[in-house]
């Protein structure tokens, strides 16, 4: 499985960005993703988990950006996406999706990373 990141950019604090990441691969390899995410990593900083959400739609979110950002999917396109609004400066970070195996319950496939910088 590849995915591919985009939609990172700079972007006023209150402003909101849109990142989406792509899967693809053999029918047999994207029927064997489950959950997908966002993870994030500021400079300096270890990257933590922002989001995700199963092939059933479950979301879980990371509690400093609970009820201002949203993660959807698109089965039929592969695609997950992050709805990033009242953004933060604290929220700069490269941003990477990533996806887990539905029967290992690894979550081995990462995207190749997207820079959002959040300017005050």
């Known amino acids: 499985v590849q995915l591919q990141a985009s939609g990172g950019g700079l972007v006023q604090a209150g402003g909101s960005l849109r990142l989406s990441c792509a899967a693809s691969g053999s029918i047999g390899s994207i029927l064997s993703i489950n959950t997908m995410g966002w993870y994030r990593q500021a400079p300096g900083k270890q990257r933590e988990l922002v989001a995700t959400i199963t092939s059933g739609g479950s979301t879980n979110y990371v509690n400093s950006v609970k009820g201002r950002f949203t993660i959807s999917r698109d089965n039929a396109k592969n695609t997950v996406y992050l709805q990033m609004n009242s953004l933060k400066p604290e929220d700069t970070a490269v941003y990477y999706c990533?996806?887990?195996?539905?029967?290992?319950?690894?979550?081995?496939?990462w995207g190749q990373g997207t820079l959002v910088t959040v300017s005050s």
């Open positions: 990533n996806a887990c195996d539905r029967a290992t319950l690894i979550c081995r496939y």
